[in-house]
């Protein structure tokens, strides 16, 4: 009896130790997962952070505004020689050049075309300094185009593009496969055709608000007197010239006479022969 009561106290003392170790199992097992959930939290809370302190706290300002300015300008003046000097003083004297320039000498009109490029913040002086030399104004046009909003995100998608790329090229260093080296490679190439591409619209915006284009025609008309001896020999030389051009056109017709003589002299022939018989 009392080696059955020992057996069974045994087996409980067995049981009691089993199932304590079991506890102490879960226990370490549910602290073991609940230390990785706190450290994964800690991590995207931090990332979180990070991010937000990266955000900016204060909107972008602009402080100069990218401006196109272009237009033309025609006008009448009393010498366009004169004029076309002081234009080209003038481009000097506001640092500029002239871009293209176009000369037509009619009979009774002499005129010029320049394409002038001014620095932005002196065009309109240099506008102003062409009254002096303007007799009629024919047509004047100025057109000014804001592209500030195309110029800040221009630069701003180069920037990240760069940022992009870097990180595209730290990933290249760690590649463990020519899979992966060309993967990045290709996505590099990507990114640098697109950058290429962005910083050539940016340096013609620059070229384009840095310099505006002023297109100037001017132009004098003549007034001749009526030169009665000088129209007398043109005339007498245009006569002879008439007539050296009969000559000509009638040169231009030797078929038609040879037909006519010889049909003229068969006729003639012919008559003297009737007589004669």
Known sequence: MKTYLLA???LLFISCGSNAYKSSDNYNSEKSISTVATSEAAI???ETTK???ELPNEPITITERKLIKEGSISFETDSVDKTK???EDKVKFFEGYIAKEYSYDYTEQKQYMLEVRIPSQKFDDFVNSLNTVISSLDNKDIQVKDVTE???D???RIKSKKDVMQRYSELLKQAKSVAEMLDIEREIGTLQADIESLEGRLKYLQNQTSLSTLTLTFYEHRTKEFGFWSKIGKSLSGGWNGLLWFFIGVLYLWPLWIILFGGLWLLLRY???KKKS
């Open 44 to 46: 995207n809370e931090e």
């Open 51 to 53: 991010k937000s302190d």
């Open 150 to 152: 195309e110029y800040v």
């Open 85 to 87: 000097k002081y234009i």
């Open 154 to 156: 221009v630069e701003a």
């Open 8 to 10: 069974i106290i045994f």
């Open 271 to 273: 008559l003297k022969k």
